[in-house]
């Protein structure tokens, strides 16, 4: 399975070997939720929480502390640390890294955790959580729910892969139901 830290070595491999550790973890969070948007699934298994500067990855995090930057040699020290190796990624998720790249990547660290703020996915989890927390978990699953259904803003450009799924109003659904049943284990698999 694909984890934060072969995402996160894509982007490194993209900003020439280092990058700064904010920038990174919002690069991962844009790069998880496209790539929800585009299949309803999550790209890697890693905990998201919100956090002062936008949504983090906690495993990310814990190995970055109190580093501003992140470079090869530190996912490299990640991968040997969990006895594993990168991942070679689909193309299709290689397209989506690239459209956040080329989206969000001239974006300085501290532009970008300010444009995460606007994300209601993050804001709602960082506004519930107690006065005292430094963090709030954001859930996997409503972060895919999000992305779903968020589509790309102007000023982001996406250059995105064609989507994985289609998205069907469930109204439409209703007036195929009605019209006939012939079609209907096609309309009942939508459902569920």
Same mark, same amino acid.
């Given at each position: 399975?694909?984890?934060?830290?072969?995402?996160?070595?894509?982007?490194?491999?993209?900003?020439?070997?280092?990058?700064?550790?904010?920038?990174?973890?919002?690069?991962? +969070?844009?790069?998880?939720?496209?790539?929800?948007?585009?299949?309803?699934?999550?790209? +890697?298994?890693?905990?998201?929480?919100?956090?002062? +500067?936008?949504?983090?990855?906690?495993?990310?995090?814990?190995?970055?502390?109190?580093?501003?930057?992140?470079?090869?040699?530190?996912?490299?020290?990640?991968?040997?640390?969990?006895?594993?190796?990168?991942?070679?990624?689909?193309?299709?998720?290689?397209?989506?890294?690239?459209?956040?790249?080329?989206?969000?990547?001239?974006?300085?660290?501290?532009?970008?955790?300010?444009?995460?703020?606007?994300?209601?996915?993050?804001?709602?989890?960082?506004?519930?959580?107690?006065?005292?927390?430094?963090?709030?978990?954001?859930?996997?699953?409503?972060?895919?729910?999000? +992305?779903?259904?968020?589509?790309?803003?102007?000023?982001?450009?996406?250059?995105?892969?064609?989507?994985?799924?289609?998205?069907?109003?469930?109204?439409?659904?209703?007036?195929?139901?009605?019209?006939?049943?012939?079609?209907?284990?096609?309309?009942?698999?939508?459902?569920?």
């Amino acid at each position: 399975m694909v984890s934060v830290f072969d995402i996160a070595s894509e982007f490194v491999d993209r900003a020439e070997g280092q990058i700064e550790s904010v920038k990174l973890q919002k690069l991962c +969070f844009y790069a998880f939720g496209w790539y929800a948007h585009l299949t309803g699934e999550r790209l +890697f298994g890693e905990q998201f929480y919100a956090m002062k +500067f936008g949504p983090v990855v906690g495993q990310l995090l814990s190995a970055h502390a109190k580093r501003k930057v992140v470079d090869r040699s530190l996912l490299d020290d990640q991968f040997e640390a969990w006895d594993t190796q990168r991942e070679e990624l689909p193309g299709y998720v290689q397209r989506v890294i690239d459209a956040v790249w080329d989206a969000y990547g001239k974006k300085g660290a501290f532009a970008l955790a300010e444009y995460s703020h606007s994300e209601a996915v993050w804001k709602d989890s960082w506004e519930s959580k107690p006065k005292d927390a430094k963090r709030a978990v954001m859930e996997l699953d409503d972060v895919v729910t999000y +992305f779903l259904e968020r589509e790309p803003r102007g000023e982001e450009d996406l250059d995105l892969p064609p989507a994985m799924l289609t998205r069907v109003d469930w109204a439409v659904l209703e007036e195929a139901e009605a019209e006939s049943s012939i079609h209907m284990p096609f309309i009942e698999a939508f459902r569920e």
